[in-house]
């Protein structure tokens, strides 16, 4: 970073902060993740100097011969990575990847969709009325059951009949159980609609087999790169070949011009380190951290939505304690630990403040925490949480959060 301090010490300074935070703290936020060293000198490399509009063996650019080779070196990977026909790279976000699939097989103010309630589970992509998916289409959206908090298939099918969509959209962001995607399919099949998988959150977990992949199962799949998969920041889509064409043309020209090459080539990286036999061992010690700090937040008195976790996070419903999940943010934050309010089944409090909390491990789990680890975490999370005024209780679990922090390097081998 000398080039960086010599030129810009102002915003040298920021980043080094934002380097100490990291390095200190624990992130237990479930959507994001710790890069490898290879990734970070992808993503930083002179990619990025070139333009690259089209597709490889078929830009609008000369000089392109290198990049052609990075983009298909990409798509290769993440192709045999989960088994698929044909793969999209170059979406620079999960939304955008979302975005070109409904722009290719959906009407704007025409055509409806059916897709998970955000306060139940689900993203603002995915039809929320503050969305550009909320806004150009008819959104009819599902939920979990209010008793089990888990995704009832047959008032789904049953909802889906009723709405005649012309898509139906599965995946979630905030859902700790295992998603039936043969379920979804088979009723978008029901219905003459397609069925998009959205498996940004747990798309590590899919390419490992931790959790059922949905390719071969649903017609498209949507993905970023950044969360269990634990790439650059940015998005995918698979298919089928028959569609490829279409996906193509809606990512480009469709919604955005030239590719972000150096995330292109960072994405490849991480596609190359997700195929590496060891990666299955982390996706699998994701879901064995998890499940092990949710049994002592569950001890500990704190309500967990569904009863649990399947997957890379715990959903904690604070009601019955008398707290948002916004003051839980802040307090846990102070305690140097990083995780986000979110909203739970039945919500009745603002997105801006929550009943709840969402608390992830794969950042954590980057870093060579097991078990063990995760219930000192799980037991300091619930210490701060039983008295939030407590300034002592934040001070004294800051200092341990540091300690254990500094034996655990930041990024992944």
Not at 75 to 95: I, W, Y
Request: hydrophobic share 40%; charged share 20%.
């Amino acid at each position: 970073m000398s080039h960086l301090a010599d030129t810009d010490p102002e915003l040298a300074r920021i980043i080094e902060s934002e380097r100490v935070r990291q390095v200190t703290g624990l992130e237990l936020i479930a959507s994001e993740n710790l890069v490898s060293q290879a990734v970070l000198e992808a993503m930083g490399s002179i990619m990025t100097n070139k333009y690259a509009e089209g597709y490889p063996g078929k830009r609008y650019y000369g000089g392109c011969e290198f990049h052609d080779q990075a983009e298909n070196l990409a798509r290769d990977r993440v192709k045999q990575l989960f088994g698929a026909e044909h793969a999209n790279v170059q979406p620079h976000s999960g939304t955008q990847a979302n975005m070109a699939i409904y722009f290719s097989q959906m009407e704007c103010g025409k055509d409806r969709m059916m897709s998970m309630s955000l306060t139940q589970g689900g993203h603002l992509s995915h039809g929320s009325p503050v969305s550009f998916s909320g806004r150009l289409y008819e959104v009819h959206q599902y939920g979990v059951d209010l008793e089990t908090e888990t995704l009832d298939y047959g008032a789904v099918e049953e909802q889906a009949r009723k709405v005649r969509p012309k898509g139906i959209v599965c995946g979630a962001s905030a859902y700790p159980r295992e998603i039936d995607f043969s379920a979804f399919q088979e009723i978008a099949d029901g219905v003459d609609a397609f069925c998009m998988a959205d498996i940004a959150h747990i798309a590590g977990l899919c390419a490992a087999g931790i959790h059922p992949n949905p390719t071969g199962t649903v017609d498209f799949i949507t993905s970023t790169t950044h969360k269990t998969l634990r790439g650059p920041r940015g998005g995918f889509i698979l298919c089928g070949a028959d569609m490829a064409q279409q996906v193509d043309k809606a990512v480009f020209p469709g919604m955005q011009g030239g590719p972000l090459m150096h995330t292109i080539a960072a994405k490849a990286v991480c596609f190359q380190e997700a195929l590496r036999p060891g990666y299955r061992d982390y996706a699998r010690q994701i879901v064995r951290n998890a499940q092990a700090m949710a049994a002592v937040l569950d001890d500990a008195g704190l309500r967990l939505v569904s009863g649990g976790t399947d997957n890379h996070l715990i959903l904690i419903d604070l009601s019955n304690r008398g707290i948002t999940g916004l003051e839980a943010e802040t307090v846990l934050g102070r305690a140097g630990i990083t995780v986000n309010k979110n909203t739970i089944p039945n919500e009745n409090r603002s997105p801006f403040v929550t009943s709840g909390l969402r608390i992830g491990t794969p950042a954590v789990t980057s870093r060579g925490m097991k078990e063990g680890e995760m219930r000192r975490v799980g037991a300091w999370i619930a210490r701060v949480l039983a008295d939030i005024t407590n300034d002592a209780v934040i001070r004294e679990v800051r200092g341990e959060v540091e300690a254990m922090a500094s034996q655990y390097p930041l990024h992944p081998a």
